[in-house]
């Protein structure tokens, strides 16, 4: 099984950067896709992006395509959100997910996403 963690959450100003990370434990980190859910006040989860297990490709949906990078060090079992250009639609709580399965890593199916981390906020200031 696959532990996963979040962290690098908090306070920015619009217009500003952040990073998250999620570290990972288990033996299928290395060995399956992994992504990132968000989930704000008054609206549904909405899926960000995706990343393969090697990191050679990943999806980005289109609210953040341009503004977020995800990538991962499978050797640090770490993946990462590099969040630029932050605006007010961009505050949420972070999940960071991971499949068991398959080669798929640009899907919103929540079903799809057998591990989910507890969540970071992260908290957009004008």
């Known amino acids: 099984q696959v532990q996963l963690v979040e962290s690098g959450g908090g306070l920015v100003q619009a217009g500003g950067s952040l990073r998250l990370s999620c570290a990972a434990s288990g033996r299928t980190f290395n060995n399956y896709p992994m992504g990132w859910f968000r989930q704000a006040p008054g609206k549904e989860r909405e899926f960000v992006g995706g990343i393969s297990w090697s990191g050679g490709s990943t999806y980005y949906s289109a609210s953040v395509k341009g503004r977020f990078t995800i990538s991962r060090d499978n050797a640090k079992n770490t993946m990462y959100l590099q969040m630029n250009s932050l605006n007010p639609e961009d505050p949420a709580v972070y999940y960071c997910?991971?499949?068991?399965?398959?080669?798929?890593?640009?899907?919103?199916?929540?079903?799809?996403?057998?591990?989910w981390g507890q969540g970071t906020q992260v908290t957009v200031s004008s």
């Open positions: 997910v991971a499949a068991d399965r398959g080669t798929y890593y640009g899907t919103a199916n929540w079903n799809y996403w057998r591990y």
